[in-house]
C-alpha cells in the first residue's frame, strides 16, 4: 500500500468513526428527550372504536318484577349484557365479581343498565330471577334479570347477539361441577343505538393471571364510562 493510500485509508476510518459516534450521541440524547408515558389509571377513558353489530330486531321477555319489556327499551341506554342461569355457579362467580363490580361503579347513573338474559328459561321463573337479584343487591330499575320463550330467546342471542349456541351437557361429573349448560361468559356493552360495541370475557381472563384481568376489566370500565359521557 502507497502512502497516500495508507492517509487515504486513515481518513475515511476516522470519518466513519465521527459519523459513528455522532448518531449514538443524537440516539441517546432522542432517548433522554423523550417523555414517559403517562401513568394509567385503572379505568381510563378511552376513544371507543365502531360498533361490532347493531341490533335490527326485537325481543319480548320476562322481567324479575313480572312486567314485559323488550329490548327496545334500552334504545338511549348505555347498558351490559350476558348471559347466565340462577343454577350456574360460573355465573355465580363472575356476576358476584365482574358485573357486580359494573353495577356498583355506575348505578347511580340513569342512563346505565345491566341486562342479563337466562339460557334456562324452563328453570328460572320470574321468583327464581326476582330472589337471584335481590341475593345480588341489584334494583330492578337497572339490573333486568330477564326470562321468556326458550326458542325465541334462544335465537335472538344466537343470531341476533351473536353469541355462541347453548350446550346442554351431557356428562354428570361436568354437569354437577360447571352447571347443566355450557354458554358464553363474555360481558358484552351496547351504545345507546342498540350497537354493540365490546365483549370481555372476566371469568376466563381471571385464568390467565390477576394482570391480564384488571386490563380486561379496566377496558370493560373505560368502554362504558366512555359511552355514558356521550349524549
Known sequence: MTDK???????????????????????????????????????SVNEV??????????????HQDGRDVKISELKGKVWAFA???ATCPMCAKRNSQG?????????????????????????DSVDQMKSYAEA??????????????AAALT???????KYQPI?????????ARLGAFEHDMSIAVYDRNLSMITRHDLYNARK???????????????TVQSLLQKK
Open 208 to 222: 390467565k393471571g390477576e394482570a391480564f384481568l384488571r386490563n380486561e376489566e379496566s377496558k370493560l370500565h373505560s
Open 99 to 123: 358485573l357486580k363490580a359494573l353495577y356498583e361503579k355506575y348505578k347511580n347513573n340513569p342512563d346505565f343498565v345491566i341486562v342479563c338474559i337466562t339460557v334456562d328459561p324452563a328453570t
Open 136 to 149: 345480588l343487591g341489584a334494583d330492578d330499575a337497572n339490573w333486568w334479570f330477564l326470562t321468556g320463550d
Open 83 to 85: 348471559q347466565f342461569y
Open 5 to 43: 493510500q495508507k492517509i487515504t485509508t486513515i481518513y475515511v476510518s476516522a470519518a466513519a468513526i465521527s459519523v459513528l459516534i455522532i448518531l449514538t450521541t443524537l440516539l441517546i440524547q432522542g432517548t433522554q428527550l423523550k417523555p414517559p408515558p403517562p401513568p394509567e389509571s385503572q379505568y
Open 167 to 175: 350446550v346442554k351437557r351431557d356428562d354428570p361429573d361436568a354437569a
Open 155 to 161: 335465537d335472538y342471542m344466537v343470531s341476533e347477539m
Open 49 to 62: 372504536s365502531g360498533p361490532l353489530l347493531t341490533l335490527r330486531n326485537d325481543l319480548s321477555l320476562k
